[in-house]
């Protein structure tokens, strides 16, 4: 599977068998510079209602969108929603959001959309093993770099990417990449903004992926 970052939340997921996955897309001009997103794609995940995560115009090719909890299964791609919220007040400040968990390639990948409080230990289970986790680390719309590591300690993936936070690109509140790994061992920094994973060559410890910024 190839992950490409296209800025803020936003990923291309590329399958073996050339099934394309948007996640996320936001609407160009919502608080960030990145590259117009415009992709031909077979499946639109949307975590939730916010213009920089639902730019379904983004998407060409009559993809099938979800955005919504539940499982499914679309092109070989298992998906699984869970719901969860935006904010620490379950919802009462920014509403709903949703977690995505699908398997591609084998690969278990976990987009946890702008979550906005930590895990409960029923969500954890109920999101079970994770190769790949990609979490928000802004510090004011979502959780912060601190909480996303116990989100990250509490899932133990085999690689973390951060998104969702300030850069050259980006002028979001608060946290950076930086500021995210400056802390932890096994970081990788990645000059592009797109990454190959496959299941027979994961990691056996956390390693925490810094993609570089699309342009």
Known sequence: MKIKWLGHSCFLLTSEKGTRILMDPFTAGQYQNYPVVKETVDIVTIS???????????????????????????????????????????????GENIIFCLEVDGVQLCHVGDLGHSLSG????????????????????????????????ALKPKLVIPMHYKTD???????????????????????????????????????????????
């Open 122 to 153: 029923e969500q954890i289970s109920e999101i079970g093993s994770v190769d790949v986790l990609l979490i928000p680390i802004d510090g004011v719309f979502t959780i912060d770099a601190g909480t996303a590591k116990k989100v990250c300690d």
């Open 169 to 215: 690109s980006c002028d979001w509140p608060q946290w950076s990449a930086k500021d995210f790994v400056k802390d932890v061992k096994n970081v990788r920094h990645v000059e592009s903004s797109e990454v190959e994973i496959t299941k027979d060559k994961l990691p056996a410890e956390t390693e925490y992926i810094v993609l570089g910024v699309p342009c």
């Open 48 to 94: 939730h209602g916010h213009p920089d995560h639902n730019n379904v115009a983004a998407a060409s090719g009559n993809p099938e969108i979800v955005k919504e909890s539940g499982t499914r299964n679309i092109k070989g791609v298992s998906i699984k929603g869970i719901n969860v919220w935006h904010d620490e007040n379950k919802g009462k400040e920014r």
